[in-house]
């Protein structure tokens, strides 16, 4: 029902062989530095982690980072890259990771926990739950309804759930409403959603619709 290490190893092989890598450089990171820095947090797991950029700018304000993803191929490179600045290793989401409970002062995750139907995306979010220590962060980005419609306009899909769909290209996206967004953190004792719209690195024009979310435990 979601693409799975086969794809996303495929994916970061051809973004290496074409001396690419996916980083959205400090957009994703910049708007949490001062949220983790008011809550005191010190370690940080970073779910669906690619090539590693984004572990590597929390390590670099000084955050010890242990960051996690599906791809062996994405894992390598960060490990090449960034190993000595944080912990890397090869692991599912959607499975069990081998943590104890509360193992974390903070979860982050940017746009990599929308990949899947409903049943998996609530275990994540009840994982992440487990794994945050009381009082800790959950920091996250994940596609809104809005980026539908323009995600569409280049990567035709086709519906497998209410809002989660798969594309040509096997890659499977969840778009998520504040509400859906509001029942997945009901747990939680404090939820601020904040929508936001990426432009085109180039063109300026609306390229992404995202939801920025800072949960606390």
Not at 147 to 157: I, Q, V, Y
């Amino acid at each position: 029902m979601h693409a799975g290490a086969e794809f996303w190893d495929r994916f970061f092989r051809q973004r290496r062989e074409s001396g690419a890598d996916l980083d959205w450089a400090g957009v994703w990171t910049r708007p949490f530095l001062d949220p983790l820095r008011q809550a005191g947090v010190r370690t940080v797991l970073e779910l669906g982690c690619g090539t590693g950029n984004d572990a590597a700018r929390l390590a670099g304000e000084g955050y010890l980072v242990t960051a996690v993803d599906v791809s062996g191929e994405a894992i390598g490179r960060a490990q090449a890259r960034f190993g000595s600045q944080a912990r890397f290793l090869v692991a599912d989401i959607t499975g069990r990771l081998p943590f104890p409970d509360g193992s974390f002062d903070a979860v982050m995750s940017n746009v990599a926990v929308h990949m899947f139907p409903d049943r998996v995306t609530r275990a994540v979010f009840a994982q992440v739950e487990r794994l945050v220590r009381p009082g800790g962060l959950f920091v996250f980005h994940v596609n809104s309804l809005e980026d539908r419609p323009l995600r569409a306009r280049r990567l035709p899909a086709r519906e497998l759930e209410p809002d989660f769909v798969a594309e040509e290209s096997g890659q499977t996206m969840h778009f998520f409403s504040e509400a859906y967004l509001r029942d997945l953190l009901a747990g939680w004792q404090r939820v601020e959603l904040v929508p936001v719209l990426v432009p085109h690195r180039k063109t300026g024009e609306p390229y992404k619709h995202v939801w920025r979310g800072i949960a606390r435990r």
